[in-house]
């Protein structure tokens, strides 16, 4: 039986990955940022809207436009070299769609996601809830 390399045993399996993976966005879109040329750009945020709001998970979603918008890259920098992101900022998530267009035609994508923490307004909360505040 072949043995897994050390370093890269489990790789690709994680369970918090999978989870936020799988799970859907609630919320409003807040802002859309991005280095992608204009269609492509609004292509990709048509396609993430119309997935959000079918109902589909978050991988379904980035999966929808990697095949449907950001495939346009590959044709129209056919023999060039280009890098570029799209970031879907939601209320409860943030998604980062990244790009890497190598010159000999291959291109490969990338994904970045993660959860928004609500901050308290209040600065001095965290240290008057701290329970080791008054220990010497």
Known sequence: MA????TTRGAGNNRAFEDAANSRISGELQEVESDLPEDIKER???VFRASISDKCT???AI???????????????????F???IKFDYDTSVITINVNKFGNGNAQF??????????????????????????R
């Open 83 to 85: 890098k570029g992101f």
């Open 58 to 60: 978050i991988q379904q």
């Open 110 to 135: 990338s994904v970045g996601m993660g959860g928004k923490r609500m901050v308290c307004p209040d600065p001095f909360m965290g240290k008057l809830s701290d329970p080791n505040m008054n220990k």
């Open 44 to 46: 990709a945020l048509s």
């Open 3 to 6: 043995e897994h390399c050390a």
């Open 63 to 81: 999966d929808k436009v990697q095949k449907e918008a950001l495939v346009e890259v590959e044709t129209r920098f056919k023999g060039q070299r």
